[in-house]
């Protein structure tokens, strides 16, 4: 029996070695730009970044307290260049990300060190 369990450590070591180490709710991070949804504070799609009234909830967003970070898809850092510009301004750091890897359709989210109770994203709502 104890070789068993020795066997199955090592087991486990080489498979971590192998593939790394296990990721907790991989598909969610993939969604939200490699954020945990529950870090969240608000989110908008490519597709609400294109108007006037997605602008408008992230720049709400970014008054938020709880926001540390800005985090922008590759193929929406030019159309959230003012939110940058907010960012910088708020203090506030940004990010961009090219993970080919992500899934879904958020570009552009404002993150909370810790986690935030949003019930609904706008993002959500489309």
Do not use: C
Request: aromatic fraction near 4%.
């Amino acid at each position: 029996m104890r070789g068993s369990k020795r066997s199955n450590e090592l087991e486990k070591a080489v498979h971590v070695g192998i593939h790394g180490t296990p990721q907790l709710r991989p598909d969610e991070k993939r969604r939200y730009l490699g954020f945990f949804r529950e870090r969240v504070i608000q989110a908008v799609t490519f597709e609400q970044i294109q108007t006037a009234e997605g602008m408008k909830v992230m720049e709400e967003a970014l008054g938020d307290s709880r926001g540390v970070e800005l985090v922008i898809h590759k193929r929406a850092r030019t159309r959230a260049m003012p939110l940058v510009v907010q960012a910088r301004k708020q203090g506030l750091d940004f990010t961009i990300v090219s993970n080919p890897n992500l899934q879904g359709d958020v570009a552009v989210l404002l993150v909370a060190r810790d986690a935030v109770d949003v019930p609904v994203l706008y993002s959500e709502q489309a």
